[in-house]
């Protein structure tokens, strides 16, 4: 475990100030599964594998307690919280709505070439994730593509509100690919938001971001299904079935 957070160490550096960096390494390192749900986290050790004092990863506990993934038990420690599935949706509801806004508003008003021409450059990458299926890359290229079309369109505070939502999310789409969901799925999808933007077309625009968005609602039962200590014990209200129809 250590030879991969020290991995993700290096990966993060450009993150700035050592504290903002140790936060983004652990929080990366549970959307990824290197600390998986329910597995203790010893400060001592972190301190010690990251090279800094016990104080930074303490703050990040916090930190990452506050965005859901992580709880402080008194006299027993800190556990990664088990995924619940009712976050989930409830996240995936709000990027639903954010998202598909961002959509409508980018096609009806309109990206710049530039913007354009990054949106199909990250396309064109996300499909070169196929091959080799370098999934770690896939992800980190989906969230550049989405984060791209927020600020294109202008919705800098949209892109803020999706972020802060989505942690339990992301572990599922993490999960998602490749075990329940293939990458040229996703990238189509991608193709098809962009191309209704292109054409100026608002609604196509809109409906493409809500399928896109929907996509976690097909591959939340099968992975609750195949990785059930994965996830917290609690049965998938009705709306999943409700959005497939």
């Known amino acids: 475990m250590n030879t991969t957070l020290q991995a993700l160490w290096q990966e993060m550096r450009d993150e700035g100030a050592v504290r903002q960096r140790l936060y983004t390494v652990l929080r990366q390192s549970i959307i990824r599964m290197v600390l998986a749900p329910g597995q203790a986290l010893s400060e001592k050790e972190l301190a010690e594998t990251f090279s800094v004092s016990r ?20 006299q027993r420690g800190t556990f990664v919280v088990k995924i619940s599935q009712q976050a989930v949706l409830e996240a995936r509801f709000v990027r639903e709505a954010v998202e598909v806004a961002v959509a409508r508003e980018a096609a009806s008003k ?90 100026r077309d608002a609604d196509a625009a809109a409906e493409a971001m809500r399928v896109h968005q929907c996509e976690i609602l097909q591959s939340l039962p099968d992975l609750v299904s195949r990785f059930p200590e994965m996830f917290q014990s609690a049965l998938i209200p009705p709306l999943v079935e409700e959005s497939q129809a």
Request: proline letters at 5%; one cysteine or more.
């Open 55 to 74: 104080q930074p990863v303490r703050e990040a506990f916090i930190r990452l307690s506050e965005a859901g993934l992580v709880e402080v038990r008194p």
């Open 110 to 199: 309109g990206l710049s070439d530039r913007t354009l021409a990054e949106l199909h450059e990250l396309i064109a990458r996300q499909r070169r994730c196929i091959e080799p299926a370098d999934h770690d890359r896939f992800f980190l290229l989906d969230e550049e593509f989405h984060r791209t079309l927020s600020l294109g369109a202008g919705q800098q505070t949209a892109w803020k509100v999706a972020e802060e939502v989505k942690a339990q999310l992301d572990r599922v789409r993490y999960l998602s690919v490749p075990e329940s969901t293939p990458l040229d799925k996703l990238i189509a999808q991608h193709q098809a938001i962009v191309d209704a933007i292109e054409r």
